[in-house]
DNA sequence: AGGGTTCTATCACAGTCGTGATAAATAGAA
DNA sequence: TTCTATTTATCACGACTGTGATAGAACCCT
């Protein structure tokens, strides 16, 4: 007996389906009648659920920063208050908890994949700009309340700016993201992880 | 009196063209027909001297990476022997190897953007492929030999994995170049000098 | 069974793209 | 001048893009 489809799991399958082609073929080559036959659909079916292709874009985009954003929270209230543990398991657990942001696994890698080839298109794309903007201040503002964390426990050596520890982490992240998605033979999942952590150890009181 | 056309300052007047369109509008946009129109030249005319796209694209690309080539190799040779240097003198200079690869300024800021655009295309364009990879593996090869040098000649802390901190510095420079070409408003050039100078400082012999 | 909504499917249009082919104009040497 | 190579300019083709319009099928409710 069949029944009206759910729109949005129809929204969420042609997202997931965007998002293979995104990963498989580049942003460039993810065009509406690519996308519609990754899902299986036709391309009148898919402008059903989505009038137009900036509202695809912009559904898709915001649905992966939701989507990390729930994983991220996750992992902070797994976490529970710092200060519970003790000093060297707080350095794992914020190793953990960046490493959301790093492509260790295929899930992540494409999320890192898409969010590489959605921000640089950003750059010259003004329909994307805004929410490139709110991920780069959100990844800022993460990194920022763990490293303020990580400080009023006393963890961290003292004497650091918080200010340039912040840009310093991001850029890391964002480097070593950019590296293992690109060129994932020159930097494997394990040798990313072993940078992150000898950057937080380097910040930590030793 | 006119004469024949320079062919290769054709070629070059093409290619800063190509950059401009990049910087402007994005490698996607950077069509046959956009870069004859900022290069002031028919259709036709370009085509003459590319014979098809890709030839354009990879000639553009090489001659990106000649430039900032040359411009290290110049680097290289001011600063001459690192030994004869004092200590802080040492780490000024590996300062200013390394910042070459910033966007500090608006050459090396398209430089930057026309990288990241080119290298992100790479990933799903087997055509961009060989050079993103031996860009990647260069880069990789001028931190360590830096570090190399720098531990050689005693600037650097005792205890460190070249190989590690030869993949930190490098993600770092990466992630600093993509932020501060992506959101200059977020990381500008003094704060990623700033990045740079502390984190060189943190490897080095206290 | 009828009626109205939801969903799927198809056509057409104007725009862009790279490229092949070809012609016209120009420059320099004979 | 005449001849040849170089340079510039146009047209056409097939392929692709997003999108408007429209029609038909499938579905749920009364």
């Known amino acids: 007996m069949p029944k009206y489809v759910d729109p949005e799991a129809r929204r969420r399958d042609v997202v997931d389906a965007l998002f293979r082609v995104v990963v498989r073929d580049g942003l460039q080559r993810a065009s509406l009648r690519a996308v519609a036959d990754e899902a299986g659909l036709n391309i009148g079916s898919l402008r059903h659920y989505f ?3 900036r509202e695809l874009m912009d559904f898709a985009m915001q649905s992966m920063l939701d989507r990390l954003g729930a994983r991220l929270v996750r992992r902070v209230e797994e976490a529970g208050d710092l200060g519970r543990h003790p000093g060297p398991e707080r350095l794992r657990l914020a190793v953990e908890l960046l490493a959301e942001l790093l492509p260790l696994d295929e899930v ?3 999320e890192v994949a898409v969010f590489l080839d959605f ?4 750059r ?3 329909e994307f700009a805004g929410l490139a903007r709110r991920t780069a201040v959100g990844a800022r503002e993460l990194v920022r309340r763990l490293l303020g964390r990580l400080e009023a426990t006393g963890t961290l050596r003292p004497g650091l700016d918080l200010d340039t520890e912040t840009e310093r982490l991001t850029a890391l992240l964002d480097g070593l993201g950019m590296t293992a998605v690109l060129h994932p033979d020159l930097l494997g999942a394990e040798a990313c992880l072993a940078v992150l952590r000898g950057h937080l150890g380097d910040l930590a009181a030793h």
């Not at 921000?119 to 950003?122: D, G, L, M, Q, V």
């Open 51 to 53: 009038a137009s292709q």
């Open 108 to 110: 992540r890698r494409a």
């Open 119 to 122: 921000n640089t298109a950003a």
């Open 124 to 126: 010259t794309s003004p």
